[in-house]
């Protein structure tokens, strides 16, 4: 099964015709193999805030950093940034020819406002329940 995400911000009149041209070029494909495509409008929503992208490198990192330890040991605000990363923002999978599997991931730059929201959760969540880091 192929996994597919686009987008196409309607900002502009010519992006109705990429949409569609999109839509025509792989529709077919899909339904050969059962799989359907699906359309979805909804309003566009804001980047996350830069309020949110502080409190994420400040205050949630800084506390992880200072007091998580995993199996007897600590790591810097480098690798927990990259290990939430890895854990909540997976974006696509993609196997090369000779099997190999490459993860591409979201930057916490290219999320929403709400999916920021989420995130920020889940990694409080983990901490906390995780490795007991607690949040003043």
Same mark, same amino acid.
């Given at each position: 099964m192929t996994? $597919?995400?686009?987008?196409?911000p309607l900002r502009q009149p010519s992006a109705w015709t990429n $949409?569609?041209?999109f839509? %025509? !070029?792989n529709w077919q494909a899909f339904a050969d193999r059962g799989e359907y495509l699906r359309v979805i409008v909804t309003s566009d929503e804001k980047k996350r805030s830069n309020e949110q992208? %502080?409190?994420?490198? @400040?205050p949630v990192l800084d506390?992880?950093?200072a007091q998580a330890w995993?199996? @007897?040991k600590q790591y810097p605000k480098e690798f927990w940034k990259e290990y939430f990363r890895q854990r909540f923002l997976l974006k696509s999978e993609f196997t090369t020819p000779t099997g190999e599997v490459i993860n591409t991931y979201w930057s916490t730059a290219d999320l929403s406002v709400g999916a920021m929201s989420d995130f920020l959760n889940k990694v409080h969540a983990? !901490? !906390?329940s995780e490795w007991g880091v607690c949040f003043e």
């Open positions: 996994s $597919l995400y686009r987008e196409f $949409l569609f041209n839509v %025509k !070029a992208n %502080k409190f994420f490198h @400040g506390q992880i950093t995993w199996d @007897g983990e !901490a !906390a």
